[in-house]
């Protein structure tokens, strides 16, 4: 360990624990985007005040950016006195909503028993804040250090990143020259380094149909009928081969380590937005989106034929089956090599802190290091910070705070091998 930036820390111990509260105290649920602007401005301020530069940037155009709802995203930078390579840690502000089942206030930041609970506190306020801590710990104890550290709080990553690190990765904010490693504090727990994450495409299939009156069925074709068809295709077929899929990738947790695909959502026939009672018609489209996550040893091109070839057996099977299929996101699988820069520094701090070798995993769902690999042709990124991964998005959502504390040592020592050269 290293005695001073130790100590940087533990005397930052309570201003940790407040800009935890206070970040969670910002309810940015996605969608529809909340509180985005203030949350960025309060991030800005707090960093400004310790020496960094910053911008406020809006994702504009982006999905769901609006005057009402801005896309609003913070970037500082600290530089050292002399030129070298430049860190960044990444966080996403972005909290999904809060659903049921809460004990607590999930936007007060109740302390209790030593954690500090919250939507958000977990994933990924309480790796933002830890971060901060380890930078301005790092700053205060080496500040002749070569190089650059810079720190920010994104948008939109809950629902895909396209308005936080996609827009700055597109203005050059995540590429060579000006970055060299990135860190991303999402909630991996505080002894493993995440590599990467498995292969995503979500894709929306429509079937047609003939609307009729629903007490003639027979005049009509029923569009939710022939997705009923898909779906029992699905589950006959595809869900079995897809259980039969076993990747060589560190996936945590077990379960997915085989290809899967869900469900999200199913729409079919007339609304029911002006009465309790639907419209007697028979249904004249369905639409259902699947998301399926594939392996690094899939191809997604064989990924999109195994749903379309089945769709097209059914075209020639049921009469008057019709089908439109659209793209709405593919991201390849990442995974970052064990001996890349950042990778062996967190290693190190890791070694340091805990007196063990860490845990190298792949993440089940995606996260901003997408954007940062294919837009800004950067792969020397992780994920990386304090919180359990299964606590994100459930009720009574917590980050232990000494957990916390670790995690901003280890960060710090990342941060010392990197622009420093050794721990």
Same mark, same amino acid.
């Given at each position: ?8 820390? @533990? ?9 935890? *509260?206070? %970040? ?10 909340? @509180? ?7 991030? @800005? ?9 910053? *911008? ?16 609003? &995203? ?33 936007? /007060? ?62 203005? #050059? ?15 991996? &727990?505080?002894?493993?380094?995440? %590599? #990467? ?16 009156? #629903? ?13 009923? @068809?898909? %779906?029992?295709?699905?589950? =006959? ?24 695909? &869900? ?6 026939? *007339? ?5 309790? $009672?639907?419209?007697? &018609? ?13 392996? $690094? =040893? /899939? ?14 057996? $059914? ?39 805990f007196g063990k070798e860490p845990e190298y995993v792949i993440s089940p769902g995606t996260y901003d290091q997408k954007h940062i690999a294919r837009i800004g042709l950067l792969h020397d990124c992780i994920a990386y910070g304090p919180g359990i991964l299964d606590l994100a998005h459930r009720p009574d959502e917590y980050v232990g705070i000494e957990d916390m504390i670790e995690s901003a040592n280890v960060m710090a020592l990342g941060l010392?091998? $990197? ?5």
């Open positions: 360990m290293d005695d001073k930036l130790s100590r940087a820390i @533990a005397k930052r111990h309570d201003d940790l624990v407040t800009l935890t *509260q206070e %970040l969670i105290r910002f309810p940015t649920i996605n969608p529809p985007g909340e @509180a985005y602007a203030p949350c960025a401005e309060y991030l @800005a301020k707090r960093l400004q005040s310790v020496g960094f530069e910053t *911008q406020l940037i809006r994702g504009e155009g982006t999905p769901g950016d609006t005057d009402r709802y801005p896309r609003t &995203n913070v970037v500082a930078r600290f530089d050292g006195r002399t030129h070298g390579k430049t860190v960044h840690f990444n966080s996403h502000i972005d909290v999904v909503d809060t659903g049921d089942g809460w004990t607590v206030d999930p936007f /007060e930041g109740i302390v209790r028993d030593g954690k500090i609970y919250g939507r958000g506190a977990c994933d990924m306020k309480g790796g933002l804040a830890a971060s901060m801590i380890a930078a301005e710990a790092f700053i205060e104890v080496y500040p002749d250090f070569p190089g650059a550290i810079e720190i920010s709080g994104t948008v939109d990553e809950e629902s895909g990143g396209f308005g936080g690190v996609a827009y700055l990765a597109s203005k #050059g904010f995540f590429s060579k020259p000006r970055v060299d490693h990135v860190i991303i504090p999402e909630p991996l &727990n505080k002894d493993r380094i995440c %590599l #990467g994450h498995r292969g995503v495409w979500w894709a929306e299939i429509e079937t047609k149909g003939e609307i009729a009156h #629903g007490s003639m069925p027979f005049l009509g074709d029923c569009a939710i009928r022939h997705m009923g @068809a898909v %779906l029992d295709a699905f589950e =006959e077929e595809l869900y079995p081969a897809l259980d039969r899929k076993v990747t060589s990738m560190p996936v945590v947790p077990e379960g997915a380590r085989r290809s899967t695909m &869900n469900i999200n959502s199913i729409h079919g026939g *007339q609304t029911d937005d002006y009465s309790e $009672l639907p419209s007697p &018609n028979v249904s004249d489209s369905c639409r259902l989106t699947i998301d399926r996550r594939f392996l $690094l =040893e /899939e191809d997604i091109a064989e990924v999109k034929r195994e749903v379309i070839s089945i769709l097209d057996r $059914l075209r020639w099977e049921r009469p008057k089956f019709h089908y439109n299929i659209r793209d709405i996101m593919e991201v390849q699988p990442l995974m970052t090599e064990r001996h890349a820069p950042v990778v062996t520094a967190v290693a190190e701090g890791i070694r340091s802190v010392k091998v $990197l622009l420093l050269g050794s721990i």
